[in-house]
Nanobody, 125 residues
């Protein structure tokens, strides 16, 4: 059974930083992709970033590009999202998702087949 466990959420002031981690287990694909998505209250879920372990290709949404950095540790099946210069608009529940069929990932939810439970990130003014 595929499991994705997010960690690292919390409360931070605007301008601060947080790092999220996603630990994936229960699958046998050598190449896979992990995406980060977020959902703020009253809003639709949106893509944040993704990375493919096949070649390290990373994608970022325009709203976080230049502030967030995604990285992967393939040996540990863990993907991290470093979030700098956080803004109140970054407040949301952050979810990681796994694409272990295509291994490409990207910013479209349709490519992802498994999801974590989410971790709350709250940015105060």
């Amino acid at each position: 059974e595929v499991q994705l466990v997010e960690s690292g959420g919390g409360l931070v002031q605007a301008g601060g930083s947080l790092s999220l981690s996603c630990a994936a287990s229960g699958f046998n694909s050598d190449d896979y992709a992990i995406g980060w998505f977020r959902q703020a209250p009253g809003k639709e879920r949106e893509a944040v970033s993704s990375i493919s372990t096949r070649d390290g290709t990373a994608y970022y949404s325009m709203s976080v590009k230049g502030r967030f950095t995604i990285s992967s540790d393939k040996a540990r099946n863990t993907v991290s999202l470093r979030m700098n210069d956080l803004k109140p608009d970054d407040t949301a529940v952050y979810y990681c998702a796994l694409d272990h069929f295509t291994g490409v990932g990207g910013l479209e939810e349709v490519f992802y087949d498994s999801w974590g439970q989410g971790t709350q990130v709250t940015v105060t003014v």
